[in-house]
């Protein structure tokens, strides 16, 4: 049980353009659902955090105009990078957890930016 | 600024041998502590976890030892197998269920 499910797992597109990234929970309903960033051999940094029906909250230094969150369901978070520029390439991975209970993680998507 | 140190880096060791990796934190509000493993081009996974109620916590081959006191935990991996193969974090959370994470140890089993 407790699976998290990411998509796509690997994207690559020109500069400039927007991606858009899901997290699903698939056999249970999360209430909180996080997004982190993963560089290459580094750890996980958490972006924002995000409740079903309520506005993401971001780290500090993470603009909100350019990742944008959304949690329509409590199934489904998406990530939209708006304007993606390379140095926006990196590892993101959503997690889920309802109430606190512990965080289940997806498998990350790879973005690459050309 | 990170909130919980891991060390070391990485680490080797014979198929069989016992694997240690161990954290350190400040803040004193967190009470939730696990440890996830992560293989490559993956996202972490849960492997165990401990609250500040308990000093040890044993499941299968993994065992966390809590020291509230000096705020330290650690990971010993029993028996290490090939498998195991790969990068650990240790993390912590409060009531706000925000993780912060180690930096990781990746650890490779030599058969």
């Known amino acids: 049980g407790a699976v998290v499910s990411q998509h796509p797992s690997w994207v690559i597109c020109k500069s400039g353009t927007s991606v858009k990234i899901e997290c699903r929970s698939l056999?249970?309903?999360?209430?909180?659902m996080f997004w982190y960033r993963q560089f290459p051999k580094q750890s996980l940094m958490l972006m924002a955090t995000?409740?079903?029906?309520?506005?993401?909250?971001?780290e500090q230094g993470v603009e909100k105009d350019k990742f944008l969150i959304n949690h329509a369901s409590l199934t489904l978070s998406t990530l939209t990078v708006t304007s993606a520029h390379p140095e926006d390439s990196s590892f993101y991975i959503c997690?889920?957890?309802?109430?606190?209970?512990?965080?289940?993680f997806g498998d990350g998507t790879r973005l690459s930016i050309l | 600024q990170q909130q919980v140190k891991q060390s070391p880096q990485s680490l080797i060791v014979q198929k069989g041998g016992i694997s240690i990796i161990n954290c350190a934190y400040e803040?004193?509000?967190?009470?939730?502590f696990p440890w996830y493993q992560q293989f490559p081009g993956k996202g972490p996974a849960l492997l165990i976890a401990i609250r500040p109620d308990v000093s040890e916590k044993k499941e299968g081959r993994f065992t966390i030892s809590f020291n509230k006191s000096a705020k330290q935990f650690s990971l010993h991996i029993m028996d290490s197998q090939p498998g195991d193969s790969a990068t650990y974090f240790c993390?912590?959370?409060?009531?706000?269920?925000?993780?912060?994470f180690g930096a990781g140890t990746t650890v490779t089993v030599r058969a």
């Open positions: 056999d249970f309903q999360a209430t909180t």
């Open positions: 993390a912590a959370s409060g009531g706000d269920y925000k993780l912060s």
């Open positions: 995000s409740n079903e029906g309520s506005k993401a909250t971001y």
């Open positions: 997690s889920a957890q309802t109430g606190n209970q512990p965080q289940h």
């Open positions: 803040n004193t509000a967190f009470d939730y």
